[in-house]
């Protein structure tokens, strides 16, 4: 890439970030509801101490660091870079403050531009970039994160009039067959990709047929009315379990008020619309729905193979695979080597990208991952049988 | 009380509470991790919701509320007014801001005062007072709470340098002797008091001394270093328990740096003073201290028998008296009634008062009362034999 | 006491452990459901072990122990004599046999009465006398543990005709009334007691009435069918979230089957008699319903000062008083010391006696106590205005 | 299969259950210590009861239940065949006794010897070899599960001398290379195999190599005196959890006497033993092992695509496969469909078969499941590359 080009795409990127909190207030910043999510004065701070501490540190001769404790504060799973804070008290952080967040980025941001105009080495150039899709896993984080904790609250804040996740039509329909063969799975090119897609590698798929839509709301609420949450015999044990521990009944955001399901979105409480694509729900959820209808869900080879005959885009669909590594997966060595291959158990891969994910981030080789019981990203269910 | 200084009070009380805030950013107003304390935006809400709901609702004529989603969100145990947010998950709402509350209180405000010069009904009067005090107590919680979550930020954030609530020196010595004999217990007179402290009655004491004086922290670093917190001959067995599922090894706030004891203060981190009054402290490890020494807590009607001849009122001091009515004690009917009288088992009683309580709040009748594991409140050690 | 006399008493308790035994089959030695209660074997190896461990060691010349194992896995709460088996693996242990376990009681009875028949030392003859009180309170907890391990299973066994510790009806009515005055509480005379009932002294009470009978089945039932269950206001705060959280709505052992209410008892599942003494309840059950009858519970103090008018004995009758010392008390020294003095804090006191406790064992200062959610015990209610 | 030596398989299969049980004393029947063990009596009951209720109730005219508690009492997962009791609570159930237990399943051989002289439909025949299938695996459970429990007991019982799972060696060593290509994976044939083996179907392999020996623990002590359980940096992130939550520092069972290592063992304690096969360990470990060693973990097609040119069958080996459905893996209709199916999540597959594995019981297709943190099955380590 030129070094331009590069560095307007850093550019973006920073300035994504900041264009996702406009809307917001100081009081958003902080919360932690659960521990799972972030929040947004995290995100927004980790992903500059990525460039910092992974970039600058090394790069940039005679760096000063902003502030011996943003090292500690915002580090998030990295153990090779020395103590964290406990990611459980993210929410209990006042201090620093937002506006000195806001200032952290702007050093940061000026150092990186200025060492982007005199160094053009191949691993700064790579590690740039690195840095750049990091930061836009955390935008897609960011905003989903914040609907969350946002969704505590009893009167429904509104993050932004006509900004809406969630409210898309399937714009097509039908089945289609991928013939039995070896295909092969993994990135390839030059383009940048994640650690945990490489190694392309065969497979040996069985014919299949993938549905060329995803479930809707008006599908879903078939099974909810067909009893699905009620009956066993549709779900795994442990999702059965986690169903009746939770006192689960609709997909998450979901509420009954007065006869009518209504869900919490970005602009707030709105009535759930019969055509809108499916989302927030669990693998558990997925693989009942799937069970019910005598269909199932496909694996992360079928939809790679097929991805390219796909419209897909609009949500992270759930597959029945569990994330592994690929043959000659190798972690690699230091704290980016702690990126991926740390969670490769009971977690299950989601394909595809959401209505969050920032444009140019997708890929047809990309392996989200969560663990089955998570609800919060903006999953949905694509059928094969 | 003449009713223009009555609405001085008022206002002195209402202005104290923002005072308070003064130091803080809006970022601090916002997080609660632990369930035991409230951010100070709910202390500011939940005061001011008090005047709302119990006075102007009922007093002021066709009252417009200032905002339908305040009850709901800052009403506090009162079961009898309806629904309420989920104490624990106070931290999480974002909204309404900061700026919204200021507004809600000067609306509160205008309307009290505006209600005051016109009514000086003795029910109104009564009530008025009853929400200053009630005031007065969150001022005290909202300071302790706040410490206790900025403790939590390893940067040891400064609320203001200057204001120190535990930098107190013992000013007197030795025991107080007081005769066997019936003392009469319980509020007596005219003044503003709360129901838990009524019914006047008699108890039997029999002879016993009091010391003067509260111990200090080179006292409680005596025990420490005789292995007071290893030693299980000290400590109850609920104590011993607590001591170790929670690994306690010194009060609250106190770290080991470098082989010196520091604490965290209001001011940032400082060396623990060994002339100051110990604070921060458990029943359990007042009761262990109290072993340890061959002596005892003393009761809270031996406190209050003695209180005349005491100086006290820098620290709140654990008594080995439960928190249970006196005799004919009433819960009064409706929310009012759920003040006290719903705590009256598994607490231990609180005699004195502490730096954080707002001039005027203390009283020698006062039962202030926590469970026995609480130590964020500034707890003493007054012994007895 | 005469030593002939003091073997007698030793042997008729020792027996009447094995008796209460006599209809168990080995299976049901065994299980511990709950941390609170233990195995029937534990009890038996346990009040054993007391006699081994604090008098054969001591007094009889050249004890040979009978096992080196039995120390560690049948000590209890005495942390002075050395590291014992958790307390919540009771029920784990299927070694030492049942029948290892008689031949122990076998040995250490052996020996007991070989140096009964030698030393009449005074403090041996104290000692033996702490150990039958000992095992005496184990009798009674053996077979109140044991009836809550039965309960869980849900083919209701039985454990023998006949008897039934529950079927009692009340044979008074009215109400006692107490003057004013200054009374003695505590133990006096020479006879066997607890250290915590030691410290005879004065207690001013003012006039009370309490009443002569207990509540019975049919007075609770009028309270659950009032909706007492279902009504926070009759509730402390904490035994409110006890009735939420474990979503109580009867007492212990109740069950509703097609509408009317039953009780596991130790003769099997039983219709609930409307004029047989309530039981199993819980303090915060006994408050809830005092207060719904606009009445209270007695002080221990109360209870004591009007015991000798008051005919009781059939139930343990929870006290509106914690369980705290006496004025002067002090803990004994060594592992006896551990026996009371530990458990000062967060319970409430029972007075009265079981149909579960051993004749001879109750006496009117008897200070019963325990946690106020526990209901597995014989308690009831006696109320006071 | 000839009907005669069906007959004599069953008998062979229920005689073995009732012999792994000779050594146990009635105590050892009851204690159910962890939720994830069952007690003897329960495993003896069960694998009755499964043949009453999927054959007796079916196929044996006007058959009398032995009674009507042991359906309740005895069912596991079998969700459509009514409630049953919770899984938890199996440790508490003293009744029936073991006595009636052993009753239970003479009255059971006793009418399936009856039929099968008398009925040889071939639905019948495969439902008997279904039962056996499943009697097997719970003969493997019962005596894991035993040595689970008794290994809780500090005086390390011994279940039998010269019983021993654990001594085995290795006999073989070196690498097995297998090359690229397309494999058949699955169950062919025509002998018992379960639902999750069907779907015979093809995988791509590349090419691979595969150990032919298993880890000894003089391996894992080498790892161990590495600081492996020490170094965050060889294991998966929930793995890393798990090791700091539990504080594991070795197998399980094994510890540290006087600086040597033992281990308990049905024979009880025992010094570990260097050039044996290490077994106890969890799939975190394998796979921390594997990454310290610069290896892997073979998935479970390779395992499968080798084993005819390994030596396997001492240990339940961990591959780095999730548990998760075959291609065209379907789960039966009704009760017997709750087999397997319902665990295809979170899980990690084991291949091979452990010296608990009743003979006839293992085969190269078999797919065993646990969560990867289990340990009390007799899992080890073989390493690929």
């Not at 750049?132 to 009893?154: A, V």
Request: hydrophobic share 35%; glycine share 6%.
């Amino acid at each position: 890439m030129i070094m331009s080009e590069l560095l307007q795409l850093y550019k973006n990127t920073r300035s994504h970030s900041v264009a996702l909190c406009e809307p917001l207030e100081i009081e958003d910043y902080i919360p932690q509801p659960v521990d799972f999510a972030s929040p947004p004065k995290w995100h927004l701070s980790h992903s500059t101490w990525f460039f910092e501490e992974m970039i600058l540190k090394k790069f940039f001769k005679n760096y000063k660091i902003f502030h011996p404790h943003f090292s500690f504060l915002f580090n998030s799973y990295y153990q090779t870079v020395g103590e964290r804070a406990i990611r459980t008290e993210r929410g209990t952080m006042t201090r620093p403050t937002v506006a000195e967040v806001y200032k952290y980025r702007q050093y940061v941001d000026a150092h990186i531009e200025k060492l982007l105009q005199e160094n053009n080495a191949p691993e700064l150039q790579e590690l740039i970039i690195l840095g750049i899709n990091h930061e836009q896993q955390h935008q897609e984080l960011l905003i989903t994160d914040l609907k969350h904790t946002l969704s505590y609250n009893p009167i429904h804040p509104v993050y932004k009039e006509g900004f809406n996740l969630t409210a898309q039509k399937n714009e097509v329909e039908g089945w289609l067959k991928i013939p039995e063969g070896i295909y092969e799975i993994g990135f390839e090119g030059e383009g940048f990709h994640f650690d945990n897609e490489e190694g392309r590698h065969k497979v040996f798929l069985h014919e299949f047929e993938i549905s060329k839509s995803l479930v809707t709301n008006a599908d879903f609420l078939e099974f909810m009315e067909a009893g699905g949450y009620e009956n066993f015999k549709y779900w795994l044990d442990e999702g059965w379990n986690w169903v009746n521990e939770n006192q689960i009944n609709s997909p998450l955001y979901w509420e009954e008020i007065e006869g009518k399901w209504c869900s919490y979105t970005l602009e707030g409480l709105k009535l759930i619309e019969p055509d809108h694509i499916l989302t927030h729900i669990s693998f558990y959820e997925a693989q009942a729905f799937a069970t019910w209808k005598g269909l199932r869900l496909p694996t992360e080879f079928e939809w790679e193979a097929a991805a390219d005959q796909l419209k897909w885009g609009k949500r992270w669909e759930w597959t029945y695979s569990a994330y592994l590594p690929y043959p000659k997966f190798k972690i690699a060595e230091g704290a980016v080597g702690e990126y991926n291959g740390k969670f490769m158990v009971s977690q299950m891969v989601l394909r595809g990208a959401s209505t969050a994910t920032p444009k140019g981030h997708e890929r047809k080789t990309y392996r989200n991952f969560f663990q089955p019981k998570y609800r919060w990203q903006l999953t949905g269910i694509r059928l094969a049988k």
